[in-house]
C-alpha cells in the first residue's frame, strides 16, 4: 500500500490477509454487525435477552450494559499494563439513536439494580439522618453552653484552659453526616457532581439518555473535569462561597444517548468543536446502531439472564461501596503471559496506524486511547464474569473479546468524528472532474459494470480543484484511485480509464479496499462488489446488486 502523506514516495507494506486477529487493529467502515462477547456468559446472554424484550439493536444493548458493567466494578479494580503503568476501568460511552428506539426503556432495564440500590439506601438514611439532627443539636447546645462560659471566663480575667479543652474534646464527639448514595447523577453541575463525590462516595455513573440537551446545558460547562475522572487524577476545586477541596481517588464513568441529528448539531457549533479538539470524544466508545428490525412480540418480561445480570451488577456495586467505605485499595488486575504478549502486539499495531498514510494518521489522540480502552473493557468482563477476578490475571481471550467491541466502537468513532484523511478528499475532487470531463461509456447495468472513463492527464489538470493541478496532486490522487482498483493506464499511450466498478479482473485485488483502511464515499465499497464470471476468460467486478443502481 502506497503511503500518500504530501512529499512522501515511499511505499509502506500493508497488513496481509492472513495476519492472526490478535495481531492487527485496523478499524472496520463504521457499518459492521457489533461483534458478540462469548457465548454462554452472563454479559452475552443478558445482552441477548434484553434486545429481545426492549427490541432494540444488540449493539445498543451491549453499549447499555457494559456502562452498567463499568459503574459496578470501577470501585473495585483498576487494570495494570504491562509495563507496570495502572488505569481506572471507568469507561465513557456514547450510543447515537433516534426517537422511539427503545433507548429510555433500555437504560431503565439495566440500571435498575443500580436505581433499586439507591431508594433502599435513600429509605434507610432517611432514619439516620433524623438521628444525625438530633444528635447535631445536642452538640451544638453543648458547644453553646461552653462557648458561653468561656466567654464569662474571660470576662471575668478566669482561667479558661479548662474549658477550652472542653471545647477541643467536643469537636472530636460532632456527629458526621450521614453519607448518601446517591450514584447516578442525571443533570449535575460539573461543581455540584465534584462537591458530591467529594461529600459523599467518590463513585458515580453520569446517566442520560437524553443527552443533547446536557451536552449544551451547564452539565457540561467544564468537560476538563470529565477528561480528569476518566484518567482518575486528582481534582483541585477552588470555591469563592465556601471551602475549597481536593476531590481523590474517585472514578466516574459515563453513559450518554442522544439522537443523530442532535449529534451533528452539536458537532457544527463551536462547543462540540472545543469537546473534538480536547480530546473529550477520543475518550468515547462511540455507537451508531441500525434501528432494530425485529417484528415479534417481545416477551412480557426479562428472564433469568437479566435477573442474573442484575444479582451480579447488584453484587459487584455492594462490594465496590464497601471496599469504599472501608478504604480499601482497588485491586490492580494484571494480565496473564500469553495476553501481555497479545497486548503488546494490538499496541504496536495501533502504533503503526498513526502513521502518516494510516488509518489513525489524524486521529492520534483517539488511537492513544484505544488501548486503555481496550484493557478497562477486559478488566471489567474479567471482574464481572469471575467471582475469583482478584485471584486470577486477565487471559488472552478476555482481552481479544474486549479489542473486537473497542475495535468495533473506534469504526463507529471514525465515521461519525474523524477528520476525512486528505489524500480522500484528493480523490474526490479527481473524480468528480473524471466524470464530467472524461470520454463516457455506458456501463451495463444487467451485469453490475459501472460506467467508464476515457481520460489524459492535461485535461484533468485543467479543469480540476487546483490541488490536483500541481503534478505531485495529481500523482498522489491517481496513485490512489489505481491502488483502489478503479483506475488503469492503458499499456500504450497518455490514456487513462476510470470505472464505477473496479477495473482490475476479477484475478486480482486491489491493493486497499475502499471501506476498510480509507473510505471513498463517490466510490463504492469493496464490499458491495463481487466477481463477474462471464465464462469467457477472465472474471471482471460489479456491484452486488445491479437493481439498486
Not at 476538563?224 to 475549597?244: A, E, K, Y
Not at 455492594?318 to 478504604?327: E, L, P, T
Not at 479543469?463 to 490536483?468: E, G, L, Q, R
Not at 463517490?522 to 443502481?549: I, M
Request: hydrophobic content about 35%.
Amino acid at each position: 500500500m502506497i503511503n500518500y502523506d504530501a512529499g512522501t514516495d515511499e511505499a509502506t507494506e500493508g497488513h496481509s490477509d492472513d495476519e492472526h486477529a490478535d495481531q492487527r487493529f485496523t478499524p472496520p467502515s463504521g457499518d459492521e454487525s457489533c461483534p458478540h462477547y462469548r457465548e454462554g456468559k452472563l454479559f452475552e446472554n443478558a445482552t441477548l435477552e434484553a434486545s429481545r424484550f426492549v427490541q432494540v439493536d444488540y449493539e445498543m444493548a451491549v453499549a447499555s450494559a457494559l456502562g452498567v458493567v463499568a459503574a459496578c466494578c470501577q470501585g473495585l479494580v483498576d487494570v495494570a499494563y504491562p509495563n507496570g503503568h495502572t488505569v481506572p476501568t471507568s469507561l465513557m460511552i456514547m450510543t447515537l439513536a433516534g426517537v422511539s428506539e427503545g433507548k429510555t426503556s433500555l437504560d431503565n432495564e439495566f440500571s435498575r439494580p443500580i436505581r433499586e440500590f439507591e431508594k433502599q439506601k435513600d429509605k434507610d438514611r432517611q432514619e439516620e439522618v433524623k438521628r444525625y439532627q438530633r444528635n447535631l443539636d445536642i452538640w451544638k447546645q453543648k458547644e453553646k453552653t461552653l462557648n458561653k462560659a468561656l466567654s464569662k471566663l474571660y470576662a471575668e480575667g478566669e482561667e479558661t484552659a479548662a474549658t477550652e479543652q472542653a471545647l477541643h474534646d467536643l469537636d472530636k464527639e460532632k456527629p458526621e453526616r450521614p453519607l448518601s448514595y446517591r450514584f447516578i447523577y442525571e443533570r449535575a453541575t460539573p461543581s455540584a457532581l465534584l462537591h458530591s463525590l467529594y461529600e459523599n462516595l467518590p463513585l458515580g455513573y453520569f446517566l442520560s439518555d437524553e443527552a443533547g440537551s446536557l451536552l449544551m446545558g451547564p452539565a457540561f460547562d467544564d468537560i476538563n473535569q470529565f477528561n480528569s475522572l476518566w484518567s482518575g487524577s486528582d481534582i483541585p476545586v477552588d470555591r469563592r462561597t465556601s471551602d475549597s477541596f481536593l476531590l481523590t481517588n474517585a472514578r466516574l464513568s459515563v453513559n450518554l444517548m442522544m439522537q443523530p441529528a442532535i449529534f451533528q448539531r452539536f458537532m457544527e457549533n463551536k462547543r462540540g468543536q472545543h469537546a473534538y479538539e480536547s480530546g473529550f470524544f477520543a475518550r468515547f466508545l462511540i455507537s451508531n446502531p441500525m434501528p432494530s428490525s425485529q417484528t415479534t412480540l417481545s416477551e412480557r418480561s426479562p428472564g433469568d439472564d437479566m435477573k442474573q445480570f442484575h444479582e451480579r451488577a447488584l453484587k459487584r456495586l455492594s462490594a465496590s461501596i464497601s471496599a469504599c467505605q472501608a478504604g480499601e485499595p482497588r485491586t490492580a488486575l494484571e494480565f496473564n503471559g500469553t495476553a501481555t504478549e497479545t497486548w503488546r502486539k494490538i499496541y504496536q499495531k495501533i502504533k503503526e496506524e498513526e502513521q502518516n498514510g494510516r488509518a489513525y494518521m489524524l486521529e492520534k489522540g483517539h488511537a492513544k486511547k484505544l488501548m486503555d480502552n481496550i484493557s478497562r473493557v477486559a478488566a471489567l468482563l474479567h471482574t464481572f464474569e469471575n467471582d475469583s477476578y482478584e485471584e486470577v490475571k486477565i487471559t488472552e481471550k478476555d482481552l481479544v473479546n474486549a479489542t473486537s467491541l473497542v475495535r468495533h466502537f473506534s469504526g463507529h468513532y471514525m465515521r461519525e468524528l474523524a477528520q476525512e484523511p486528505e489524500i480522500v478528499t484528493l480523490a474526490d475532487k479527481m473524480i468528480y472532474t473524471i466524470r464530467n470531463r472524461g470520454d463516457k461509456k455506458e456501463g451495463d447495468l444487467s451485469a453490475g459494470t459501472g460506467d467508464e472513463y476515457t481520460f489524459v492527464m492535461s485535461k484533468i489538470k485543467q479543469y480540476s480543484h487546483p490541488d490536483i493541478r500541481s503534478t505531485e496532486g495529481f500523482d498522489r490522487a491517481i496513485s490512489f484511485l489505481e491502488d483502489l482498483g478503479h483506475v488503469q493506464k492503458k499499456r500504450y499511450g497518455r490514456d487513462y480509464v476510470f470505472r464505477e466498478t473496479i477495473v482490475l479482473d476479477g484475478y486480482l485485488k486491489p491493493a486497499i479496499k475502499n471501506g476498510e483502511l480509507y473510505y471513498v464515499k463517490t466510490l463504492p465499497k469493496f464490499a458491495d462488489q463481487v466477481v463477474l464470471d462471464e465464462g469467457r476468460g477472465p472474471s471482471y467486478y460489479a456491484y452486488k446488486n445491479t437493481r439498486d443502481r
